[in-house]
């Protein structure tokens, strides 16, 4: 059997290669940084066209269109090494427009392109219980679901080439739509006085439930951001895929502009390396330096 190629092993990269191997696949690996390699386990391959070479399927967890159009266009990209019969997996969160342009430039030199979204974050990564929405050739997604097996609980297939990565947009739209509005109201209410973890007891059995109420703020209160997340930075980028996707379907986006806002105004007081989470203290600095939590020593 040959070895699972995957491209880029950092947060969410590794996570999964590290899965893969505890379910006994071989993994061949290429990152920026090769000391990622070794650290997630997987063997170092000398460059793209080695990959290519020596791997049936190979993965992708790369942080945006330009830098997996390079990885697969660039001029010693997996473009150039394909080979017919080859399936790739972008595992990342894409621009679909981009998306279906590798499809198809794929596919004419006869490799499958599946854009394979994925959601629950790094403690889903580490448990092989992500979601993955998937488009492109239902037979290809049949042929890796063996693979994706090893990472993730549910896969669904959404339709075709695209339609994952448009998937994952609204979804990852919506997710920071809550973390930001819950930021916000956390916020709020420790100005306001109220204890915070009362507070999020009646909202996760009101209306305002979210996501983020259920599974975030009872830890960030606590002090525990949960780091190791999606950045602050790749929400920004998330959010302003989710309004060029609304702009291109002729759909006015009213809440997409000032989510945006949210977590450009977090980047630029210095939040944007941390975990998105970390929006909660950009809006706390603005409020005069409050903090919902103390921060562990």
Do not use: W
């Not at 972008?90 to 006869?110: C, F």
């Amino acid at each position: 059997m040959s070895p699972v190629g995957f491209v880029g092993v950092g947060n969410m990269g590794g996570r999964m290669t590290r899965r893969l191997i505890a379910a006994g696949h071989g993994v061949l690996a290429v990152d920026a940084d090769q000391a990622k390699v070794a650290a997630c386990g997987a063997r170092p391959a000398a460059h793209l066209a080695d990959l290519s070479a020596q791997c049936d399927v190979i993965m992708l967890s790369l942080p945006d269109s330009s830098v997996i159009e390079e990885v697969i266009r660039g001029e010693a990209g997996l473009l150039a090494s394909a080979r017919e019969g080859q399936i790739l997996i972008d595992l990342s969160t894409a621009d679909p427009k981009s998306t279906r342009q590798l499809h198809d430039d794929l596919e004419a030199r006869g490799v499958q392109y599946l854009d394979a979204g994925i959601s629950g974050g790094a403690a889903a990564a580490d448990k092989g219980t992500l979601t993955l929405m998937v488009g492109g050739d239902p037979r290809s997604l049949e042929k890796a679901k063996p693979l994706l097996g090893a990472f993730s609980a549910h896969i669904h297939h959404m339709g075709p080439s695209g339609a994952g990565h448009v998937t994952k947009v609204l979804n990852n739209f919506l997710n920071g739509v809550t973390l930001a509005a819950t930021a916000e109201v956390m916020v709020a209410g420790k100005k306001a006085g109220l204890d915070l973890a009362q507070l999020l007891e009646v909202i996760n059995a009101s209306s305002g439930v979210s996501y983020a109420s259920l599974n975030r703020f009872p830890r960030i209160i606590a002090g525990d951001y949960l780091e190791g997340g999606l950045t602050g930075k790749l929400m920004a980028k998330d959010v302003r895929l989710y309004i060029d996707l609304a702009e291109g379907l002729g759909l006015p986006t009213l809440v997409g502009p000032g989510t945006l806002t949210a977590f450009e105004v977090s980047n630029a007081l210095g939040y944007g390396d941390a975990i998105s989470n970390r929006v909660v203290d950009a809006f706390g600095d603005l409020a005069g330096g409050v903090r919902v939590c103390e921060p562990p020593q």
